[in-house]
């Protein structure tokens, strides 16, 4: 199952959020995963927006086994995923550390685009 959505300010980012989240609980996903699913959306989605002043292209696939969150947009070209995140103190960069936290893979597309994985519990 798949939800996809265009978004290129922060009230339409909540809105659309809220669907994917009402989505997936309708889809029994637990308590947990939910919330990490939200999180992660909402730090590249955000970033996306109030750093790249882009619109977002939002994917969120789900399946028996994780969900998959991918997010495009021109501003997230130069992000380098595979570094090192900044300390969580950090006055900025901390958007990716808290990827990490709450994911369990992140892969960059042959486009730019960012997937997240989130294993299902």
Same mark, same amino acid.
């Given at each position: 199952? $798949?939800?996809?959505? !265009?978004? %290129? ?5 909540? !809105? ?5 989240? &009402?989505? +997936? ?5 637990? #308590?947990? &995963? ?6 992660? @959306? ?11 002043? %882009? ?8 399946? &028996?086994?994780? $969900?998959? =969150? ?5 501003? +997230?070209? /130069?992000? %380098?995923?595979? /570094? ?8 900025? /960069?901390? /958007?990716?550390?808290?990827? !990490?936290?709450? @994911?369990?893979? $992140? #892969?960059?597309?042959? @486009?730019?685009? =960012?997937?997240?994985? =989130? !294993?299902?519990?």
């Amino acid at each position: 199952m $798949i939800i996809n959505f !265009k978004v %290129d300010n922060l009230n339409m980012m909540r !809105k659309k959020l809220e669907a994917f989240t &009402d989505f +997936l609980t309708e889809q029994q996903v637990c #308590e947990d &995963d939910v919330f990490a699913s939200k999180l992660v @959306s909402c730090e590249l989605l955000t970033n996306v927006i109030r750093h790249g002043g %882009d619109e977002a292209d939002f994917k969120g696939q789900l399946s &028996d086994a994780e $969900i998959r =969150i991918t997010v495009a947009a021109d501003s +997230l070209k /130069g992000l %380098d995923v595979n /570094g090192e995140p900044p300390d969580v103190f950090a006055e900025s /960069g901390r /958007g990716l550390y808290i990827v !990490k936290v709450f @994911s369990n893979g $992140i #892969e960059r597309g042959s @486009s730019g685009e =960012i997937t997240v994985l =989130i !294993k299902r519990r």
